[in-house]
Each structure stands twice: as C-alpha cells, then as structure tokens.
C-alpha cells in the first residue's frame, strides 16, 4: 500500500483533515467559534436556512473530505517530485496557509460570510485549523516515509533507493566493477587449472 502514491496521499489528506476537525470542534465547544467546518463547506452548496440541518453536516462532510484527499495527493506528490523532505514542517505549514488563503479566503469566503457571518475570533479559528492540517500534512507524509524505509530493513534512505534512478556514472562504474571482478575471477581459475596440469604432468615424469 506504502508504495501506491496516489492511495497514500488520499490517506495522509483524511488523516491531516482529522486533525483539523478536532482542532475546530475543540475551539466550537469553547465559544471561540459558532459554527463547525463541516457547516463552512456546506455553505457553498446550501442556502443559509439549511446549514444547520444534518443534512448540511453530511454535504460539509463530503465536500470536505474530498478536497481534503486530493490535496494530500497533491502535498505527497509536491514532496515526493519536486521539493524534498528538506524542512518538511515548514513547507507543510506554508502549504496549509496557502489553503486557507487560495480555498477560504477566495473560494468559501463570500460564501461563508453571506450566510455565515464569522467574527474574527471565528476567522482566528479556521487560521488554526488550516496551520493544524498542514502540521497533519507533515507528520503523516514524515510517518510514511518512516514506514517505506522500515520495510526495506530499517536502512536509512532505502526509500530514495527504491525510487530514484541512479545516475549514468553510477551504473557505468558498477558495471565497470562487475566486469573487473568477473576478469580476476577467470583469471585466478586459468591459474589454479594450470597449475594443477603441471602438477600432472611432473608426477607422470617421474
């Protein structure tokens, strides 16, 4: 399963959003919001007479983790192709930043603010939870990365090694030591057999 990407990226974007809902409904029940996340979504698909339904809370739910999946797909795949485990937290913090920014701020935010009205400790909130998420983002892609090596003997870096092409050089210096040791092999066999057909032939002499 570990090395299906794609799956493994669905499955570290559910488990960083489940991180974000415990984040928000924690702040829900201490009054630092009014409404959980799930309603937020929903606000993009219901009318504002609807959003405190339970049907409200299953479309939140859905859309939510959807797009929660696809960007844990899109966060491994950044990692993995592109930018390296290098100051992962950093990364996975300015990637959940750039969600609340490009996603609630520009997608949801009329949306939400229409029928939702947040106040700033409201807005604070979803701060939180999108800072949680991309916290989420890089643990559970720093715990896969852990999985794939342990899998492979516990040797650090198995897993570039299990992806990452080698370079020309490298391959042409390991064939070229493949080929120098198959040469000193033949070479010591020639001599033991040599060595043995004299013995032979002194013994029939004498």
Do not use: C
């Not at 929903?42 to 939140?60: E, T, V």
């Not at 491994?76 to 609630?104: C, E, H, P």
């Not at 935010?109 to 700033?120: A, D, M, N, R």
């Not at 720093?142 to 490298?170: I, N, Q, S």
Request: hydrophobic letters at 50%; charged letters at 15%.
């Amino acid at each position: 399963m570990f090395h299906d990407k794609f799956i493994t990226g669905v499955l570290i974007g559910v488990l960083a959003d489940a991180v974000k809902l415990i984040f928000n409904y924690i702040a829900f029940s201490m009054g630092f919001t009014n409404v959980v996340f799930w309603q937020i979504t929903a606000a993009r698909f219901l009318g504002k007479a609807d959003l405190f339904k339970p049907s409200a809370y299953l479309i939140g739910g859905i859309a939510d983790l959807t797009v929660t999946a696809a960007l844990g797909v899109v966060f491994l795949f950044t990692i993995y192709y592109l930018i390296g485990t290098d100051y992962l937290w950093v990364k996975s913090i300015g990637f959940g930043m750039a969600v609340w920014v490009g996603l609630f701020g520009t997608l949801l935010g009329e949306s939400v603010q229409g029928k939702l009205p947040q106040s700033p400790s409201g807005i604070m909130v979803t701060i939180g939870a999108h800072l949680f998420f991309g916290l989420g983002l890089g643990f559970f892609t720093m715990l896969f990365y852990r999985e794939v090596e342990g899998a492979d003997g516990g040797k650090k870096g198995a897993f570039y090694r299990h992806f990452t092409p080698l370079p020309t050089a490298k391959i042409i210096e390991s064939d070229s030591a493949d080929d120098h040791d198959s040469d000193t092999k033949a070479e010591v066999k020639n001599t033991t057999k040599l060595s043995s057909l004299r013995r032979i032939i002194k013994i029939k002499k004498n």
